[in-house]
Structures are given as C-alpha cells and as structure tokens.
C-alpha cells in the first residue's frame, strides 16, 4: 500500500493544477484514513465517492478530476482500476460538447497510445504542439487545454507516458520513440516539420531525447524533468520519496529496491544536451525533493539559450501553478513566432503574478 501522508503532500501540486481549491480538497484529505482497495476511509473510496456526486449534479470535468485523484499515483487494483474507467468516461462525456476534441488511438507494435486532440486537418496541417505530463499524471489532467490551442494557430495532441493511464506500451529506455510514431500518425493532417513539445516532468526527459534524434521537434518546453544526476546519484536516489520510487518500479515492471539500477544507463550524457540545436524552456522548483539541482544546472551550462525560470518551491511549484501554466505557453509561442498580441498579453499577465501589478517583464 502507498504512504498515506506522502500521498496527501503530493498530491496537492496535481490538484491545484486542475483548479482545485484548499478549503475543497483540504476536508476530503481529512477523510481519508488508510489505502485500502476501495474500502470505507480509504483514498480511493473519497476521492471516488465525491467524484460520483459530481457527475451525477453533471458536473463531468470536475467528476474527471475527482476520479483522476482516485487512481492517483497509478493503477495498483482494481479500485483504482475501475477510478481510471470512470476518469476517462467523465471526460469523454465532457467533451461530447466540444467537437473540436477528438480521440486518436495510436497502435503500435509494444502497445497503444491513446490521445485527446484537436486541430488535426489535412486540407489546413498546422503546427503541432505535442503535450505530455509525468509518471504519475493522465492526459485527462492536461487536456482542457486543447480547447484554447486554435487561437494560438496550433493542432495539438496531449497524451501519456509510457504505462501511465491508458498507454500501454512499456517504459524503457528507447521510450522516447514514442514521440517520432505519434508524429508519424499525424502527419497528414498537421505540421509536424513544426512540433513543439511541452514535456512535463520524466516526459520532458523523452521528448529531449526524441530531439535529439527527429529534427522534426523545433522546440521543447519542459518543467522538472529528470536528465542526468537523478539517474546516475545513487546518494540522492535513496532520499527520492517513495511514491516516486514506486510509481517508476511499477512502470518498469521491476522492483523498487532494483528501479535505479535499471534506468542508470537512460540519463542524457552533458554531450548530448550541448548537442541539441533548438529553443529549450524550463521550469525549475529550487526545494525539489525529487529532481537534483544538478540537472538544472546542466540544461543551464549545456544547452546554448536555454531559458529558464526558477520557482522557490517543491516538485512541482503548486504555489505558482498560475505563472508556470503562462510561463509555459508564453515560451511555446516565443519558440514559433509570430502571434504578438497574444504574447505581448501573456507577458504582462505573467508579469503581473511574478512581480505584482504594474509590473513589466
């Protein structure tokens, strides 16, 4: 079983990414008492039984998001197995009113990835914006954002890691090629000479690499991802909490005591960051208990015009959620060009959050 409390302080940065208030999610903690698979007090239990009086007020993306929760860090039984069902379902639902969304299923020879996308056309391809979260995050989570992406001149795709919600395939150390077949899929009916990716977390670690090797990816903007240092230092892998450790032995399909061993070869040599030729943007939290501060430091020496914003916070910056989702955005739209009135607004929105009204970035 999980650690209860690790859960519940973890938990918060995912929560509040999805707009979640504290005096919301704050009572429902309380509640919960043990990890049992479903049972009274349990996580999932909490998490799921207010979601179930969400979608029946047909409140279907705030049922998602409760759901999401539920299933949270990964699938481990089948209460969280039937959590994921009814998160993906909620969402479905939800984005029966919006028709831009639409699903694609990747089928690939180790497994399927399944999408939400929008703007994929073939009489008009547009530049793509490929978007990913993190070991522990479904695509549920991420794409609302779909919605907002036409404006912006993209066609988007938002997906999931290797093994984490409704992807299958295994994740290994050639997981990155994930990002060169779904840009094949989709290359009939978007830009893909112009891929962008916003790479959250170990997806960031993927898309760099995938970089590395498709010249079709033009830009890559990331938060918290692991490069090197948190493969290879074996001091601060033992300090790495728990719920971290467990969620990649459960993606790997190995043991916790053995997860590191496995993945020390699949970190980025400073070689290879210096070799990448594209815009690089990256969010860095200063008291990450999970990435090393080596690692920012080496997309910070190595990779040439990397731009970086640092956040005085935990894994994650829940506390400054708002200015990284505009920090993110502002930094794809700066890597594709064009589009300045958009961009001059996110630059004084984003000022404003970082530095108080009036501000000017």
């Not at 299958?168 to 978007?190: E, H, K």
């Amino acid at each position: 079983m999980n650690d209860i409390a690790e859960l519940k302080n973890f938990v918060v940065a995912h929560t509040r990414s999805q707009g979640l208030p504290p005096e919301h999610y704050d009572p429902l903690l309380d509640r919960i008492r043990h990890d049992g698979n479903g049972t009274p007090g349990s996580w999932v239990q909490e998490w799921s039984t207010d979601a179930a009086r969400l979608a029946d007020q047909g409140k279907l993306l705030d049922a998602c998001v409760h759901y999401n929760m539920a299933r949270f860090p990964f699938v481990d039984g089948s209460a969280r197995q039937e959590a994921l069902e009814r998160c993906t379902d909620s969402f479905d639902r939800w984005r029966a009113a919006f028709p831009a969304v639409q699903r694609l299923d990747l089928e690939l020879p180790k497994g399927r990835v399944r999408c939400w996308t929008t703007g994929l056309d073939a009489a008009e391809p547009k530049p793509l914006l490929v978007m990913t979260g993190g070991i522990v995050s479904v695509k549920e989570q991420w794409a609302p954002v779909l919605l907002q992406l036409g404006a912006l001149g993209f066609a988007g795709v938002v997906t999931e890691m290797p093994g984490v919600g409704e992807n299958t395939l295994p994740y290994q150390a050639d997981s990155w090629r994930m990002f060169p077949a779904l840009l094949d899929a989709v290359g009939g009916r978007a830009d893909t000479s112009s891929t962008y990716a916003l790479a959250l977390s170990f997806s960031g670690h993927m898309a760099l690499r995938a970089a590395l090797h498709d010249e079709r990816i033009r830009g890559v903007v990331g938060a918290g991802a692991p490069l090197h240092d948190f493969f290879t230092d074996t001091e601060w892998q033992r300090t790495v909490p728990r719920v971290t450790t467990d969620t990649l032995a459960h993606l790997t399909g190995t043991g916790s005591d053995e997860v590191y061993d496995l993945i020390r070869g699949w970190a980025l040599s400073p070689e290879e960051l210096s070799a990448l030729r594209i815009p690089v943007a990256h969010v860095t939290s200063l008291r990450d208990e999970i990435i090393p501060p080596g690692d920012a430091a080496l997309l910070r020496d190595r990779v040439r015009g990397v731009r970086l914003l640092a956040h005085d916070d935990v894994h994650g910056s829940p506390s400054s959620f708002a200015q990284t989702r505009l920090w993110t955005v502002l930094s794809v739209l700066r890597m594709r060009g064009g589009y300045p009135d958009q961009r001059r607004a996110l630059t004084r929105e984003f000022a404003r959050l970082r530095y108080g009204a009036g501000a000017m970035a």
